[in-house]
């Protein structure tokens, strides 16, 4: 199986971005989606440095491809959405709008934001000229299975969310902004504190959710561990890791040895729990009665 | 229509406390044989609580001194007072008047629990697949109560309708055409 | 034109309320997963669907079926089904959301009127048109995160129908894109055709504090006399930092009334109401208001004084995201 690394989620400074990718270029990982998928505001302030980004991943022998927007609404993100086609990169299908901007039959990726579901989806999506789909978090394994056939006969490749905060629901209002009284328009960029999202808690204290400017993610990181058995054996080509602000590259190196057997899946959920002492995990969402749920020893809640 | 804050009537205490002494099981037994015969009338009713269809249920009329458990066993219901908490996977609780109101489509179930009105325990998919369920019966209840009294039929309609006017209780189906 | 009033059911009986009390249109969906109101006790068997309609067109109403959750891997026979099975039991169109199942019946069924759900979250122009061109999508639900002069614009670039919700629960997510429902329940919108499922909830009252429940999360807390929001997970009270609150929504409901002459200038066709899990008595009394309102609209009449607040959840209106402000 191999490694995809997702568009980052967050709103880092451009330093720490570029730092970032810098970084990823000698990371075992097979391919990255770079791009601003949650908030079209955020773009303006490291756009300027994705040409290069693009340039040090090309050379050091990934694969690259550029993010759509999660949700197009104004009329200067479906501006930008139909520049994507033209950046001579792949572009990650994450809003349908990007699809309207891209040549029938011109190659695209497809996105976890995109509604895959099932069979006659990733026909059509093939058809119209998808070469990979990373599919929706919230499926069960057993539909994983399904779609990664169906994936193989229409030669599409399908990918699982594999580690990092799960994108939940993307809004057209600001909680950031909201929490701190401004409007999504007077945001003054409230999230940028926020390197991983903030961590929202219920009424007795106990973690749930992230607030991600637009975007709910899950409190727990997505972590397939224990998955990855079951996943290889189900057809799955890829696995997605989704940046995360504190050693993202320890965590792809751990993916990587556990992918090639060099690791088990305990010692791996140890060392990724010693990146990040508070870090909750789960893999519900694949064999679980509930997305929060953990297979793992013991049940971190 | 929905009631305004507060005005849900309740039943009068000194006839409530005159049921504190009722002996139970007579009671029990003819409310048993009345829900068969709505069962008999209204099949979809029982067929829509689907998965639920054996549920036990405790309807909790808040200003009487008893519950009523029902039992919707499949189609051939039985119905059980008893006072003290009753035993059921849900409970619906409010006036008496509310949960009339709710069987007569007069009043919104979710409105009422929003002004909690209606307090819903336990099992609150079981209380909604029952809730739906009669609201698509469009059940009358003094209809079902005439329809076996014969010559009486008409002089008891009248009856339920002037106690309806007087006390603002809903004992008759409501008709939306008049709702406004 | 007067707008369309576009009404749920969740009940023949419901069907029968709406049509009675002036609704020019109908939707609802068959009793199992296919359809996003997928409740106990709600919903129509076949026989019922068939039923309905009829009753329906003899008033000279029409009944949109709604398949719009997404068909699970290796079931698609079973949302395949209820397509052809609207078609024959002679729905004036299918409300559908997932791209498989818009090919599908775009191939299989030509002839049926297909209109986008909600669920498939078309925001912008663009999205609309590719809808259209590429699936023959006569009508567009649009998203509850757009403002009135979104939709004007939006309008102004497309030939489809647009549709919006102008009464009732209100998402405060792009609909179809979340899945905090499955997150800690592990039944989705999407998937399942449910949202905070009532099989998860739980009511603790101690003391006169009502705690609800979702999946074991305490979504809402609230004193003795205040009233008791279900525990939608958008609409709950958080912390986060040192703020404690709802922070994604307050537990209010949808009520664009007013906004209906604003709506019809930005080139709204329809305007659509939400609640198929609500009671008969609930779609009656809204029909019949919403009715009145467009019917005064045409007749250039003031829009009449709104009478919904007691229907709504935990008393309190918005209007939304039909107002910037809202963001």
């Known amino acids: 199986m191999e490694l995809t690394v997702g568009p980052n989620q967050f709103f880092w400074s451009a330093d720490r971005w570029s730092a970032f990718y810098d970084d990823l270029a000698k990371a075992p990982v097979d391919r990255l989606v770079l791009g601003e998928l949650i908030c079209s505001k955020r773009l303006p302030f490291f756009q300027d440095r994705i040409p290069d980004a693009i340039e040090t991943l090309v050379e050091a022998g990934k694969q690259v491809a550029l993010t759509s927007l999660a949700l197009v609404t104004l009329k200067r993100e479906r501006k930008a959405t139909g520049a994507l086609a033209d950046m001579g990169i792949p572009v990650e299908v994450n809003d349908l709008t990007a699809l309207a901007h891209l040549p029938d039959g011109a190659p695209f990726w497809v996105g976890p934001m995109v509604n895959v579901y099932n069979e006659g989806t990733i026909a059509w999506l093939a058809r119209r000229g998808a070469t990979r789909i990373c599919l929706p ?40 902004a909201r929490m701190h009284g401004r409007t999504k328009d007077n945001c003054q960029f409230a999230c940028e504190d926020d390197p991983d999202g903030l961590d929202v808690k219920t009424l007795d204290g106990q973690p749930f959710m992230a607030m991600n400017g637009v975007q709910t993610l899950s409190d727990s990181h997505a972590c397939t561990a224990h998955q990855i058995d079951a996943l290889a054996e189900a057809g799955v080509s890829a696995l997605r890791l989704s940046p995360q602000s504190k050693g993202f590259d320890a965590i792809c190196g751990l993916y990587r040895q556990r992918l090639d057997g060099k690791l088990d899946a305990d010692a791996m959920v140890d060392k990724i729990v010693a990146i990040d002492a508070g870090l909750r995990l789960s893999d519900g969402f694949l064999t679980g009665a509930r997305g929060a749920d953990w297979s793992g020893n013991p049940a971190p809640r | 229509m929905s009631p305004p804050p507060g005005q849900i009537p309740q039943f009068p205490a000194v006839l409530a406390t005159a049921f504190r002494a009722a002996p139970l099981a007579p009671l029990s037994l003819s409310l048993t044989m009345f829900s068969r015969g709505i069962a008999r009338r209204h099949p979809a009713l029982f067929r829509r609580l689907g998965e639920y269809s054996h549920t036990r249920f405790v309807l909790d009329p808040t200003d009487l001194p008893f519950v009523i458990v029902l039992d919707p066993n499949g189609g051939a219901p039985r119905v059980t007072l008893m006072r003290g908490q009753g035993d059921g996977a849900a409970r619906i609780a409010g006036p008496l008047a509310a949960l009339l109101g709710l069987v007569h489509g007069a009043f919104d179930g979710d409105a009422l629990f929003f002004s909690r009105d209606l307090v819903v325990e336990g099992d609150t998919s079981a209380a909604l697949a029952l809730r739906n369920a009669i609201d698509d019966s469009e059940l009358d209840l003094s ?35 008049l709702a406004w | 034109m007067v707008m369309e009033i576009v009404c749920p059911a969740g009940t023949p009986a419901s069907l029968r309320a709406a ?30 669907m068939h039923e309905g309609i009829a009753f329906a067109h003899a008033r000279g109403a029409k009944v949109l079926v709604a398949i719009n959750t997404f068909p699970r891997a290796g079931d698609e026979a079973l949302w395949h089904r209820a397509v052809a099975d609207a078609e024959s039991c002679g729905a004036d169109a299918v409300i559908l959301a997932d791209l498989g199942l818009l090919d599908h019946a775009a191939r299989h069924h030509p002839g049926l009127r297909r209109h986008l759900s909600v669920q498939a979250a078309a925001s912008n122009a663009d999205a609309l048109n590719f809808y259209a061109d590429t699936f023959g999508v006569k009508r567009v639900v649009l998203p509850r995160v757009l403002s009135v002069p979104e939709i004007a614009a939006i309008n102004a670039e497309t030939d489809v129908e647009t549709e919006v919700f102008v009464y009732g629960g209100l998402c405060v997510m792009a609909e179809g894109r979340c899945s905090l429902s499955s997150y800690a329940t592990g039944r989705s919108p999407n998937m399942n055709g449910v949202c905070s499922p009532a099989s998860h909830v739980e009511y603790h009252d101690e003391g006169g504090v009502l705690d609800a429940r979702l999946g074991g999360y305490t979504i809402h807390r609230v004193g003795k006399d205040q009233p008791a929001p279900y525990p939608t997970l958008c609409k709950g009270c958080f912390s986060a930092g040192d703020k404690t609150g709802h922070l994604f929504e307050d537990p209010v409901s949808l009520n664009a009334e007013q906004l209906i002459p604003q709506l019809q200038k930005a080139g709204v066709t329809a305007l659509k109401i939400e609640g198929r899990q ?5 779609v009656a009394q809204v029909v019949r208001n919403f009715r009145a309102a467009v019917d005064a609209l045409d007749a250039g009449l003031p829009m009449p004084e709104g009478m919904l607040a007691r229907l709504s959840e935990g008393q309190a209106m918005t209007t939304g995201a039909y107002k910037k402000t809202w963001r």
């Open chain 2, 143 to 177: 209809e079902e109560i005439t329809r076996y009294c014969g010559p009486m039929k008409g002089p008891l309609q009248k009856f339920f309708t002037r106690i309806e006017h007087y006390s603002g209780v809903s004992l008759t189906r409501a008709e939306e055409g």
């Open chain 3, 278 to 282: 609500r009671s008969r008595s609930y």
């Open chain 3, 19 to 48: 049509v009675t009390a002036g609704a020019h249109t109908i939707y609802c969906g068959f009793a199992d997963e296919t359809n996003a109101r997928n409740f106990p006790g709600l919903n129509f068997d076949r026989s019922e």
């Open chain 1, 137 to 176: 978090p919230e499926l069960p394994l057993d539909s994983v299975a399904r779609l990664a056939r169906a994936g193989a006969d229409a030669g599409v490749a399908i990918e699982v969310w594999g580690h990092g905060r799960l994108p939940l629901a993307i809004s057209g209002r600001c909680y950031h």
